[in-house]
């Protein structure tokens, strides 16, 4: 195989789409934004992207299996079309996030995509019962127009700028004539969360305009709220909270 292969498994007709990458990184919040919006909408999956950049494993679905990949959907339901980018993995090293970006960003390109919306947590390293969204943008006017739908800009935030394939996704993307921003929902770090993927989706259903339930993260929110009161108690114990490092933003 190739550092990656692109499998093309339906072409729709779009108009005008967005591209939405939502992959794991600190508190799954992109990945659970993505799956979020694709559980809401009827997602027709288009692209496959397979590299040897990604683990060296498949995953197993009632004993079908399925060799490690990155999936694109086309969704056609919302006032704009979307395109979501998905998946189970990052690449695990500099050059494979690099090549991977490249073959996103060259789907995106087959689709006549000139926006980017890259999704995911921002770490405070404490319980937040609010979460605010972060963002960076390639452009002073994407900058604009995310701040009238509430998004901050904070000098030095995220601390060490942001990394993996949504770093990169800006990075590359601008180099490539896209407009792109990263919307980073504030989370904990170390805990699953999906109160921070709602925050970034309400941001995003406004910067884009689509209207979206949000029960099943809802149902989600209050199953965490357990564990949440159990760390609050070992907070007020005085245990130790994960560490700066481990809280390391990787989008």
């Given at each position: 195989?190739?550092?990656?292969?692109?499998?093309?498994?339906?072409?729709?007709?779009?108009?005008?789409?967005?591209?939405?990458?939502?992959?794991?990184?600190?508190?799954?919040?992109?990945?659970?934004?993505?799956?979020?919006?694709?559980?809401e909408f009827d997602g027709e999956l288009v692209?496959?992207?397979?590299?040897?950049?990604?683990?060296?494993?498949?995953?197993?679905?009632?004993?079908?299996?399925?060799?490690?990949?990155?999936?694109?959907?086309?969704?056609?339901?919302?006032?704009?079309?979307?395109?979501?980018?998905?998946?189970?993995?990052?690449?695990?090293?500099?050059?494979?996030?690099?090549?991977?970006?490249?073959?996103f960003l060259d789907v995106a390109d087959g689709?006549?995509?000139?926006?980017?919306?890259?999704?995911?947590?921002?770490?405070?390293?404490?319980?937040?019962?609010?979460?605010?969204?972060?963002?960076?943008?390639?452009?002073?006017?994407?900058?604009?127009?995310?701040?009238?739908?509430?998004?901050?800009?904070?000098?030095?935030?995220?601390?060490?700028?942001?990394?993996?394939?949504?770093?990169?996704?800006?990075?590359?993307?601008?180099?490539?004539?896209?407009?792109?921003?990263?919307?980073?929902?504030?989370?904990?770090?170390?805990?699953?969360?999906?109160?921070?993927?709602?925050?970034?989706?309400?941001?995003?259903?406004?910067?884009?305009?689509?209207?979206?339930?949000?029960?099943?993260?809802?149902?989600?929110?209050?199953?965490?709220?357990?564990?949440?009161?159990?760390?609050?108690?070992?907070?007020?114990?005085?245990?130790?909270?994960?560490?700066?490092?481990?809280?390391?933003?990787?989008?």
């Amino acid at each position: 195989m190739d550092a990656f292969d692109i499998e093309t498994v339906s072409d729709p007709d779009l108009e005008d789409p967005v591209l939405v990458e939502g992959l794991p990184g600190v508190g799954h919040v992109g990945k659970l934004a993505a799956e979020h919006l694709l559980e809401e909408f009827d997602g027709e999956l288009v692209r496959r992207v397979y590299s040897e950049h990604f683990p060296p494993q498949v995953t197993v679905d009632e004993g079908r299996t399925q060799l490690a990949s990155a999936e694109v959907y086309a969704l056609q339901e919302p006032e704009r079309d979307l395109l979501v980018l998905t998946g189970d993995h990052q690449a695990g090293d500099g050059p494979g996030h690099y090549r991977l970006t490249e073959g996103f960003l060259d789907v995106a390109d087959g689709f006549d995509v000139d926006r980017i919306f890259a999704l995911g947590g921002v770490p405070t390293g404490e319980l937040v019962d609010e979460p605010d969204v972060i963002g960076a943008a390639t452009t002073d006017e994407f900058i604009e127009d995310l701040e009238d739908v509430g998004v901050e800009f904070r000098e030095d935030e995220p601390a060490g700028g942001i990394v993996g394939i949504s770093g990169l996704l800006l990075g590359l993307g601008e180099r490539n004539g896209f407009e792109a921003a990263c919307l980073m929902g504030e989370t904990s770090g170390y805990l699953v969360d999906p109160k921070s993927a709602r925050a970034v989706l309400e941001v995003l259903q406004e910067a884009v305009g689509f209207d979206i339930g949000y029960d099943s993260l809802e149902e989600r929110a209050e199953e965490m709220e357990e564990v949440v009161k159990r760390i609050r108690q070992m907070e007020q114990q005085g245990s130790a909270a994960p560490s700066e490092e481990d809280l390391r933003y990787i989008g």
